[in-house]
């Protein structure tokens, strides 16, 4: 029986183990997935500001180029 115990508290050490380190894992993963959802956000807002300033000269060659 004793033989028996400890094996189960093997196992549970074991499975606390595997637990902590998905936890860990986790949390590195949900800081990434944090990281690359503000570096999208900063590259949508530098796209639009380029998107802006092709705009103004798409606007503003035409009439450049006239003069």
């Known amino acids: ?15 606390h183990e595997e637990w902590d380190a998905g936890q860990k894992m986790l949390a590195q993963i949900e800081t990434k997935q944090r990281d690359l959802e503000q570096k999208r956000k900063e590259l949508e807002q530098t796209m639009l500001r380029i998107s802006g300033a092709i705009q103004v000269l798409e606007e503003i060659l035409p009439d450049a180029e006239e003069q």
């Open 1 to 15: 029986m004793d033989s028996l115990v400890e094996q189960a508290k093997i196992k549970l050490q074991e499975l």
